[in-house]
């Protein structure tokens, strides 16, 4: 693919082309999906921007896993982008490996946190904050795909994907919290607006 030109005024009436070349709104559960996965992929962008507190090898580690998962998104998101029927050959995606290497991930980070015994909140270092925003982010795409199901048919696994990754997002915010030896925020439900002295 080679973009010579970004702006082409095909787009101005609130349509969009999908993949193949059909057109669409652009408030379509389709263009709503993978809008936020693009979104999503953004976000982590500026995550792998942030991993300064974290050692060297911890660094490299959680970059090379977001690099990887961003390549994903997009792959997933051109899938979304195309209808089935409109595949091409040797088109990549999302499949069961790929949701298994994110639960491999999962598992390694899980392995050296101590259970939650209360609910935390995004906050404690910048990295946690954008990380617990792909989480939310994550979630939103997940709702919105779901909806698209409804609608036409999808790559099974892009949902199962999308699940599994929100709930990576969740344990690498708290794993990131680990290894720069920075606390958890734990929520506090007593400590609302109210309890403050003004």
Request: some cysteine; glycine content about 4%; proline content about 2%.
């Amino acid at each position: 693919m080679r973009i010579t030109k970004v702006y082409t005024r095909t787009g101005d009436k609130g349509t969009t082309a999908l993949a193949d070349g059909s057109r669409t709104s652009k408030d379509s559960s389709r263009l709503e999906s993978y809008g936020t996965i693009d979104e999503l992929n953004s976000i982590i962008g500026i995550c792998r921007q942030n991993l300064n507190e974290i050692s060297e090898e911890k660094k490299l580690l959680i970059d090379k896993w977001l690099f990887a998962i961003q390549n994903d998104l997009f792959n997933l998101g051109s899938d979304l982008a195309t209808p089935i029927s409109s595949r091409w050959k040797n088109m990549i995606l999302i499949n069961e490996n790929d949701i298994i290497q994110l639960e491999k991930i999962i598992d390694y980070c899980q392995s050296t946190l101590e259970p939650l015994k209360d609910f935390v909140l995004p906050g404690g270092t910048l990295l946690n904050s954008y990380l617990h925003l792909s989480r939310t982010v994550c979630r939103r795409a997940e709702r919105l795909i779901v909806s698209l199901t409804k609608e036409e048919e999808i790559n099974k696994s892009i949902l199962i994907y999308v699940n599994r990754l929100s709930d990576l997002f969740f344990v690498l915010s708290r794993w990131v919290q680990q290894v720069s030896n920075k606390p958890e925020v734990i929520w506090n439900k007593s400590m609302g607006v109210r309890s403050l002295e003004i």
